[in-house]
């Protein structure tokens, strides 16, 4: 468990506005002998208000949620599959066109399902995934990939095996690594001086404006702004020159950041950040709103569970995701109010869910028989 009272970016004094109680990994699903040892921790986020990095105080060991075991794999959601085929042509059609011999790095590749399509022009490209079941899938399909954490070392040990990146990507990952300020101090290491560094996270201003706390669990150590992302980087000579909105995970930003001075900056930026003025991204205040309208939906979708509950009305869970951890340990949520949870994923499929241990189901379970509502 590392928890802290200060900033990890900034390192001021922090604390927490809110805390979900106890929670347990997030993607830990278990099977019944495995409950009397799961693990919990407490999830409480905090605002800095000095660089405005929102963040969580307490979070797990890496170990216990990126391991050989881990049971996420980006290929299986046909969605995520089209969103990073046009992640990957961005890049390739703007960043790397006209460049000779490019080198690609991403961080935590997961299987591969980005790089795969510069694998399949003959791009030099290597992944850095931390999971080794999911870096073995990429590996077998002939992805270059190696599982260990990033940071300053890593990046001095890639420039001296393949020289610098053009382009260094990563999607849905930033927001998992405490150590920002070694992350930083490798991709600035890593790049070339005119190379770029283009990651995208879930964003704080949709969060915010749509109550949705389910983006706060383990892995999300960061909740990313514009303004905290220009911050941050800012302290290691990287420039945020451009933002892009997302419509992934319920709204989700890509930063565009280059070494300093060496490319303009967009007119998006300034306006990005004039807008998150506007919502009160920097003020303590807002915080403290989001508390009160969790607690708010918390109390209205308990009150409908159990109106159905006494109604005798068959509730199934529709996708056993890492967000509705956070959702069910915190609401209450229970195989009382929901009878199973249905799921692609097989690794997923016969365990029960982290914490509230609704059992999880192939979706074949879901169509067998239509429950009366989908939660």
Known sequence: MVAVSRCRVCDTPINAFMSFGRMPIANGFLTANEIPNEYFFELAPAFCSACGMFQIMEQPEPEKMFHEQYAFFSSTSRHMQAHFEGFANAVLEGVLAGRADPFVVELG????????????????????EPS???????????INTISEFFGRKLADDIVAEHGHADAILAANVMCHIPDLPGV??????????????????PYLGDMIAKTSYDQIYDEHVF???????ARAFAM??????DVMPQTTHGGSMRYVLAPKGSRVVSAAVGDALAKERAQGLDQGATYLRFKQNCEA????????????RGQGKRVVGYGATSKSTTVT??????????EFISDTTPIKQGKLSPGAHIPVKPYTEFTRQYPDYAL
């Open 297 to 308: 939906s918390r109390g209205l979708l308990m009150q409908m569970l159990e109106k159905l």
């Open 223 to 229: 909740i990313f702004s514009v303004n905290s992302v």
């Open 109 to 128: 590749s997961n299987d591969g399902i980005m790089l795969r399509h510069f694998q399949s022009r003959g791009i030099r490209h290597l992944g850095i």
């Open 236 to 241: 290691h000579g990287l420039e945020l020159i």
């Open 329 to 338: 340990n915190y609401c209450g949520i229970t195989p009382d109010h929901v």
């Open 184 to 201: 930083a101090d490798g991709v600035q290491r890593l790049l070339k001086p005119d190379g770029v560094f283009i990651f995208e996270d």
């Open 132 to 142: 080794i079941n999911v870096a073995d899938v990429a590996r077998g399909h002939g």
